[in-house]
């Protein structure tokens, strides 16, 4: 499994939402870029515009000043090639998780027969196989976020977006997800973004970091981060992760978001 890479270039935008007869800096100017097949992780503190940079990139909202760059051509929104993962799963209750995986499909007029391959290769990453006739309530724990992960991912979209989608596993679920998420992104070449509030989560899975501030969300540092891969969360403690999450923390301290 292997996607085009694509590459964005985020240039000064920033979004204001209007409120009453007011408006309101929701997030930027900010500038950054995600280089082709880079993972590259947004953290920062809650309501500070996360959420809202991700649907900026979807074209989902429009950019409100600055400009977005999708390989080189100017975001015309919405973006079509994209998987968006949010932070609840969302599945329909009536359908089967492979009726729900295809849901992207059936939308796209993409083959049938090809998408629903693609999906049962998806529920084998995550040993999800024996479920794929069952309805969502029959899911275990943990189990409905990965079919939402294998529902965005099931058209092979050049860019994966996700907004704080493991945040309610326990930590058991949240081992079992990351080992067989970076597994499932390394071979399919994906460009991704996550938006999150966890820095260990962040380290494990991310190429790169960039840190935000406080609504109105700016970028304030993005780190680089070279551990070799797979990143096992048992592993959290070392002194190489250790080390990237005191940067972190070390930013977060400045801006008065940790004490």
Partial sequence: MS????????????????????SQIVVGPVSFDI?????????GPASCGKTSLLKMIAGILQVTGGEIRISGAKLNPPCRD??????????????TCMQ???LHAEMRGADMDLSRNRARRLLAWFGLSRFEERKPHELPPGAAQAISICRALVHEPSLLL??????????????????????????SGTTAMLCTCNMHEAVLLSDRIA??????GRILEILSIDLPRPRR??????PQIADYCSRIRTVFRAQGILP
């Fill in 82 to 95: 994209f998987g968006l993962v949010p932070h609840e799963p969302a599945l329909l209750p009536w359908r």
């Fill in 233 to 238: 969360l048992d592993k959290t403690m070392t």
């Fill in 162 to 187: 996700m907004d704080e989608p493991l945040r309610s596993l326990n930590p058991l679920q949240l081992e079992q997800m990351l080992d067989g998420f970076q597994r499932l992104w390394a071979e």
């Fill in 35 to 43: 280089k082709g097949g880079e993972f590259l992780s947004i953290i």
């Fill in 3 to 22: 996607t085009p890479t694509l590459r964005i270039q985020v240039d000064n935008a920033h979004y204001v939402r209007a409120i009453g007869r007011e």
């Fill in 211 to 216: 840190v935000m501030s406080p609504r109105p």
């Fill in 100 to 102: 729900n995986i295809l």
